[in-house]
């Protein structure tokens, strides 16, 4: 399929944490309990749940929650989790949508100074192109695995 096609014709709207579960299960859970797609603040007030749809199919979540990166706690700061996209659709811009989309939403909302997250090593080029830095270290979380911390600070810091 054609990426421009496909991109076109992706639409990105909000959704409820637990519609997050039919991609966050499979893709970043795998073989563990369903209910440990839950995350903390998923039903907090300030949290967004964005989902990617191709046609009437979910092909995409992200979340953005309303946290400040360690280092960084007097700053307002917002934490990209859990984003994941189908294997099928990866690599066809679905993932930069999501994050483009969280942006614009949050900036609606909240003034914030920063961008964060925990990514899995092997999504590294998709924050650097999305102009994240990485911070630290590599470092492992079980049962999941490498992960490296990003940071995005915004323009319009606060």
């Known amino acids: ?5 496909l991109t076109m014709n992706v639409k990105i709207k909000k959704i409820t944490a637990k519609q997050t579960y039919e991609l ?6 795998k073989g563990q309990p369903l209910n440990t797609c839950h995350l903390s603040l998923d ?11 191709f046609e009437t199919e979910l092909v995409g979540v992200l979340s953005a929650f309303n946290i400040s990166c360690p280092g960084y706690k007097s700053k307002s700061g917002i934490q990209f ?45 998709l924050y650097l192109k999305n102009n994240f830095k990485p911070i630290g270290s590599v470092f492992k979380i079980d049962p999941i695995g490498l992960h490296q911390r990003f940071i995005k600070k915004m323009q319009n810091e606060s």
């Open 81 to 125: 989790r859990a984003m994941a996209v189908l294997p099928s659709y990866q690599g066809k811009g679905i993932a930069t949508q999501l994050i483009q989309k969280a942006f614009l939403s949050v900036r609606k909302t909240l003034t914030i100074h920063h961008v964060w997250l925990n990514a899995r090593v092997v999504a590294k080029n």
């Open 1 to 5: 399929m054609d990426v421009n096609f």
């Open 24 to 29: 966050r299960h499979p893709l970043l859970r």
């Open 43 to 53: 039903n907090d007030s300030k949290t967004i749940h964005l989902g990617a749809y």
